[in-house]
């Protein structure tokens, strides 16, 4: 009978060579296949391609400890990513050298990436893709009119290698993922020339129910068990979650589930009226949800809006969960994780009736309008334009992930911010001088000043802070703001 188990991962790696593709999950550091990605830096291959959503160092832990495919970086000629860097740690600037060497970083958005891997596993020559237009992802792709609507004709990624991460598989390579850790990896797993997986436990076949298997052995060429000193067994999970509980900044952004406020005292910096703090923004956007409105809440102000949320609201997660629990608390690190953390990497709770998917279902709901989406933002136009990931003309001192896809296919897009940047002047401008995310998306933009809708007409200001007039509000909004006629104040 076939046989797909190796006994050591630096065999299953062995035919790799110098200017080969790979394909390797990042979307949390226990859901890589670091032990693959360890043996590739042994064999010191050259010239390779790396397709991963997620590209982002670990600096606080030993290559004993966790590795990303970041330990590769000295190996690389290409690398294709939805997000490079930590924004709170620099974003991609610790890649910037090796651009200066030569290493080419391809852009792109969580949802585009998944498809295209899933693109290159069907067999497809390409597809039109209706996120990025506008932006710098347009820059010298094909653009098609369909219907009246433009699209970017995105080719598809055929990987000579996936380095999969999964949590069982049997001898014929049938496997089972953890948690939310499938993310792309079944895309992967299919769209590859070879498929290397590394788990937890190899059993007979048999030993894993046909309803449980996600990638069929037919996408398996090589399996390998973590032995027990190997990267990312349940002691090291342990052993990081515990580290990051001790570190000031990871606990605050992976357990409380709050942004870290860089934002200056506006009202004391002034030293007049008292604007609205991130928290009553949060709170304003939150009662825009309705009883059974599925919400995914972005990075920043939004994930406050989570503590305000009404009962009856459904969340999703990017990276593939959908009705999850409550964040984990900063008292409560010995109940988290690690298979079960949001898109920001923030550890949640299970609960019934959650659902844990891969990325390629998780675009389907986000770029089908299933959605309801409160989003950061940097500016917002007079016609709805949105940018939120970048404020300079560099594109690694931003990170893309999956906005674009949220602003161009959620059913209701929804801002908050503060009105104002830093030196006091206007977010809310008759056009957007940072990168766009995405063009006329806006539907509902919720500041510390005010409530304002985005119609077809213009700016409609619906209500302002208490002790705000229209015309303050008006006096640091660019655009003409229409008045409402029962202009009202934010309730708090």
């Known amino acids: 009978m076939l ?12 035919d790799i060579t110098d200017g080969d593709s790979i394909a390797m ?21 050259k010239d390779l391609t790396v397709i991963s959503h997620n590209f982002f160092p670990m600096p606080v832990f030993s290559e004993e400890e966790a590795i990303t495919p970041t330990a590769l970086l000295p190996q690389l000629k290409k690398l294709i990513a939805a997000v490079v860097g930590v924004r709170q740690l620099g974003a991609g600037a610790f890649v910037k050298e090796y651009v200066a060497r030569g290493l080419e970083v391809e852009l792109s958005t969580h949802g585009t990436l998944a498809s295209r891997l899933y693109a290159g596993a069907a067999g497809l020559g390409g597809f039109f ?12 792709k094909e653009t098609r009119t369909i219907a009246g609507k433009e699209y970017l004709l995105e080719e598809p990624i055929r990987p000579d290698y996936a380095f999969i991460r999964g949590y069982k598989a049997d001898k014929l390579g049938n496997l089972v993922y953890r948690g939310t850790y499938r993310t792309d990896q079944p895309a992967m797993a299919m769209a590859a020339r070879v498929t290397i997986a590394e788990v937890d436990e190899i059993v007979e076949v048999g030993g894993i129910d046909p309803e449980h298997v996600v990638t069929p052995g037919v996408f398996i060429d090589r399996i390998v068990q973590i032995p027990e000193d190997g990267l990312g067994t349940e002691r090291k999970r342990r052993d990081m979650i515990n580290k990051f509980g001790g570190i000031d900044i990871a606990r605050k952004m992976l357990f409380k589930g709050e942004c870290i406020d860089e934002s200056p005292d506006l009202a004391q910096a002034e030293g007049r009226k008292t604007r609205l703090d991130r928290d009553v923004i949060a709170m304003r956007a939150a009662k825009e949800l309705k009883d059974s409105d599925y919400a995914n809440l972005g990075i920043g102000i939004p994930n406050l809006c ?29 109940k988290a994780e690690f298979h079960y953390v949001d898109a920001g990497a923030r550890f949640f709770t299970p609960v019934p009736g959650m659902a844990v998917f891969d990325l390629l279902t998780s675009f389907a709901m986000i770029r089908g309008g299933r959605l309801v989406t409160i989003l950061g933002g ?7 334009d949105l940018a939120n990931w970048n404020a300079t003309g560099d594109a690694l001192t931003g990170t893309i992930g999956g906005g674009m896809d949220l602003a161009v296919g959620a059913k209701r897009v929804i801002i ?12 809310i401008v008759k056009e957007c001088s940072y990168p766009l995310t995405a063009r006329e998306c806006v539907d509902l933009v919720v500041t510390d000043l ?32 229409i008045i409402t006629p029962d ?5 708090l």
């Not at 046989?3 to 062995?14: G, P, Q, R, T, Y």
């Not at 202009?487 to 309730?491: N, R, S």
Request: a negative charge; charged letters at 25%.
């Open 306 to 334: 989570a503590l305000h949320i009404p009962e009856g609201i459904i969340f999703q997660s990017e990276n593939g969960a959908l009705g999850y629990g409550p964040l984990v608390l900063e008292d409560e690190i010995e």
């Open 487 to 491: 202009l009202k104040e934010i309730e």
């Open 416 to 427: 908050t911010m503060e009105h104002t940047n830093k030196e006091g002047k206007p977010k």
């Open 129 to 140: 893709n209706p996120v990025g237009v506008g932006t710098i992802l347009a820059e010298g």
């Open 3 to 14: 046989n797909k188990v190796l006994s050591s991962f630096d065999e299953a790696i062995a």
């Open 25 to 45: 999950e990042c979307w949390g550091v226990p859901g890589t296949a670091q032990n693959l990605i360890a043996a590739v830096k042994r064999k010191g291959v």
């Open 378 to 384: 940097l500016q917002v136009s007079e016609k709805g």
């Open 450 to 481: 005010a409530v304002i809708e985005v119609t077809p007409e213009g700016l409609v200001l619906k209500e302002v802070a208490p002790g705000w007039t229209a015309d303050e509000v008006q006096a640091l909004t660019e655009p003409k703001l």
